[in-house]
């Protein structure tokens, strides 16, 4: 799906989030981290990611524009507290209590681990599967893995291997 580009306002909307947020947490810490780079090309259904070695932020543009708000008060400050928790922490656990409380204590922002914003526009074709107590559906990326004998998935609830749905 090719994505319109992303209105100049909404980039300016994050770009004041991202420099208020970063400003909060250097006041709070006493400290100058530097301005992450925002990159708008996290696809899927996946709203936000921190890289830590290249120090910037990529963000779903799609996702962006279908909940901007949303996005700009949850998404922004929940990947900048992963960087700056990796900056003032080092490696630790991505939504551990050390990022809880970057969340909480320093941007003052719930310390939610997922959006919960509607995926219809970016969920992808599945695949079913099926396991001893449910149905599960596969990524296309997953399923050829399956397909190719370079992976198997288990039920995280009852553990059994999972087998296309015929």
Same mark, same amino acid.
């Given at each position: ?19 208020? *947020?970063?400003?909060? /947490?250097?006041? *709070? ?21 921190? @890289?830590?070695?290249?120090? #910037? ?13 949303? +996005? ?13 928790? @990796? *900056?003032? +922490?080092?490696?630790? /656990?991505?939504?551990?209590?050390? @990022?809880? @409380?970057?969340? #909480? ?26 396991? $001893?107590? $449910? ?32």
């Amino acid at each position: 799906m090719k994505t319109s580009r992303l209105p100049i306002a909404i980039q300016q909307a994050v770009m004041r989030s991202l420099r208020e *947020k970063l400003a909060l /947490a250097n006041h *709070k810490l006493d400290r100058h981290y530097p301005e992450p780079k925002l990159v708008y090309q996290q696809r899927g259904t996946t709203a936000g990611t921190a @890289w830590l070695d290249s120090y #910037e932020i990529r963000l779903n543009p799609v996702l962006l524009q279908e909940n901007q708000q949303a +996005f700009i008060d949850e998404v922004v400050p929940h990947e900048l507290a992963h960087l700056l928790t @990796w *900056k003032h +922490f080092g490696r630790v /656990a991505p939504h551990g209590k050390e @990022w809880k @409380w970057m969340m #909480e204590s320093v941007l003052c922002v719930p310390a939610r681990r997922t959006h919960q914003f509607g995926l219809e526009s970016v969920r992808r074709n599945t695949f079913p599967y099926r396991c $001893q107590c $449910q149905q599960h559906q596969l990524t296309v990326r997953r399923h050829n893995r399956v397909v190719r004998g370079e992976a198997t998935y288990r039920c995280v609830h009852c553990g059994e291997l999972l087998v296309a749905d015929a």
